[in-house]
């Protein structure tokens, strides 16, 4: 499955010259890491966020969000959020630091 690169390339300036960033295609698209975790990713024209589990009902209630089902399997912790949730460059920016504070906060890989 192909993703959106210039999604992707709006996510490589949110996040900038952060020491620990890698990227990696998995899931059918293309995940930013922090640290060997997995902050935010891009799969198809939709946004993953790893936010982790104490925040996952709130953001699951953003405009646009809604669980992040990898093979029909639920994963609690990651949303997928569809273009709507984050067509302002404020809502994206806003994702992208929620997923990078969050892999900020695990131990590195």
Not at 25 to 49: D, H, P
Not at 62 to 82: E, L, N, S, T, Y
Not at 90 to 108: C, K, N, S, T
Request: proline share 5%; net charge negative; glycine share 14%.
């Amino acid at each position: 499955m192909a993703y959106d690169e210039t999604l992707a390339e709006e996510i490589r300036a949110c996040i900038g010259a952060h020491p620990g960033l890698a990227e990696k295609e998995m899931f059918g698209g293309i995940a930013f890491m922090i640290g060997g975790n997995m902050a935010v990713g891009v799969s198809g024209n939709e946004l993953m966020v790893r936010v982790g589990k104490d925040a996952h009902d709130e953001a699951v209630a953003r405009p646009g969000a809604r669980i992040f089902d990898f093979g029909a399997r639920p994963m609690q912790g990651w949303v997928a959020v569809a273009p709507e949730g984050f067509a302002s460059d404020a809502d994206l920016r806003q994702w992208v630091r929620q997923g990078v504070a969050f892999a900020e906060g695990l131990p590195a890989k």
